[in-house]
DNA sequence: CCGTAATTTCAGTAAAGAGTGAAACATGTG
DNA sequence: CACATGTTTCACTCTTTACTGAAATTACGG
C-alpha cells in the first residue's frame, strides 16, 4: 500500500515529534497510520506500507495495544488480525497522559515520598529537604489536576481549555486587588 | 564536593526521568544538583560532583542557558563563573512547558498548516483530510490554553490547579442536565 | 491431529546519541 | 603583552537504543 504526499510527511513528522518526547519512531510512526487510515490495517501491511520490518511491526503494536492507543479487528474472510486507533484526538491524547502518569509521575511520587521519609535525611541542610518537599507538592497538585482532567469526556476537556482565560481572570481576581499590567 | 545520599539519589532519579521525556542525562543531572545546591557552583564543581568530563559540563550548562534554566553569577574574588538555577519548582516547570511549545509545538502546528493549504491535499481522502483539521483544531486548543496558563503567576497557577474539580463539575453542568454518575 | 498460515521472540547488527579529552580559544591580571 | 586561568569546540569512542531476520511458537482449518 503506497502512502499520499501528505499523509507520508505527516507519519514521518510524527515519528520526529514521538521520538523528541521519548516514544519509539516505530511505534510513532505506526499509530499514525492506524490514525490516519480509514480502516483497519494488518500487521503487513503496515510493514510493508512504512518500510519497516515485520517484526518490528510485531513488537510495536504490542507496545502500542499495552498503552490501549491500539486494539485487534477482525475482518470477514481473513484471518489475519487487524489493528485500528481512535479517530479523536482528544481521547488519544487522554490516553497517553494517563499511561505517562501511572509509568512516569507516579512512581516519581514514590520516590520523593521515600526520600521524605527516610532517615538518611538528617544529612541534608533545611534548604535541600524544602526543595525537595516542594518538589513533591508540586507533582503532588498537578497530578491531582491531571487525574480531574482526564475523568472529562473529549467535549468537556476541550470546554474547558477554551474557558481558560476566563478561569483564570477570575481567580487573580478574587486573589489579587491591582489590575495587572 | 561529594554528595549526600538523598541528594544523590535524587539526582540520579531526576537524571532518568529527564531520559525519558527527551533530555539528555547530563543536562537534567546538572540542572537537579543546581536546584539542590544551596549555593550557586562553577562548573569545575559540577563536573567533580556528578563525575561527568567538564567538557560536558560546559556544554551540558550551554544547553541549560539557552532554556533560561540556569543563570551565571559571579562570586568575589574568583574569576570563575558560577551557575545557578531557581528554587521554584513551579517557575521551572512553566520555563520548560514554555520551551517545549516554542521548540516543538509550534512547528508541528506550522506543518499541519502547510498540509491544510498544500495542493496535494486533494490526493488524500476526506477522512485522512479531516482529521488532519482535527488534529490542528487539538494543538492550536491546547497551545492557547498553555499559552494562557504560563501567564500567570505561580501562586496563581497552583490555584487554578487546586480550583480544577470544581471548575469542570461548572462546565459539566452547564452543559449536561444529567448527573454523572 | 497434521499441515499451513500467522505471529512472536530474540540474538545479533546497525544506527543514533552521549560523553570524553586534547587542542584551540578567550579572558583577565600583573 | 605574556602568562595563567578558565572555557569551548570537535573528532573520536563508548553506550545505549532501535531494528532486522531467522528460528521458534502459536493458532487455525481441514
Redesign the interface.
Known amino acids: 500500500m503506497n502512502l499520499?504526499?501528505?499523509?507520508e510527511?505527516?507519519i514521518l513528522?510524527w515519528g520526529e515529534?514521538g521520538?523528541?518526547?521519548?516514544v519509539n519512531r516505530s511505534v510513532a510512526q505506526i499509530h499514525a497510520l492506524l490514525?490516519?487510515s480509514?480502516r483497519p490495517l494488518a500487521a503487513d501491511e503496515i510493514a510493508e506500507t512504512l518500510s519497516v520490518a515485520r517484526s518490528n511491526v510485531s513488537m510495536s503494536l504490542k507496545e502500542l495495544l499495552s498503552w490501549r492507543l491500539a486494539k485487534i479487528t477482525h475482518q470477514m474472510g481473513d484471518r489475519r488480525d487487524h489493528f485500528e486507533t481512535s479517530?479523536?484526538?482528544?481521547e488519544l491524547?487522554k490516553i497517553i497522559v494517563e499511561g505517562r502518569k501511572q509509568r512516569?509521575v507516579a512512581p516519581?511520587l514514590a520516590?520523593l515520598n521515600e526520600?521524605l521519609e527516610?532517615t538518611?535525611?538528617d544529612?541534608?541542610?533545611p534548604?535541600?529537604v524544602a526543595?525537595?518537599g516542594?518538589?513533591r507538592?508540586?507533582i503532588q497538585?498537578?497530578t491531582?489536576?491531571i487525574t480531574?482532567?482526564l475523568?472529562?469526556e473529549p467535549?468537556?476537556l476541550?470546554?474547558?481549555?477554551?474557558?481558560?482565560?476566563k478561569?483564570?481572570n477570575l481567580?487573580?481576581g478574587t486573589?489579587e486587588e491591582k489590575a495587572q499590567q
Do not use: C, N, Y
Open positions: 499520499t504526499p501528505i499523509s510527511r505527516f513528522h515529534m521520538a523528541r518526547w521519548g490514525f490516519l480509514d479517530k479523536d484526538v482528544w491524547f512516569e516519581t520516590v526520600f527516610s538518611d535525611l544529612q541534608e541542610t534548604g535541600v526543595r525537595i516542594q518538589t507538592e508540586f497538585v498537578l491531582a489536576w480531574e482532567m475523568r472529562q467535549e468537556t476541550m470546554k474547558i481549555l477554551k474557558m481558560g482565560a478561569v483564570s481567580v487573580r486573589t
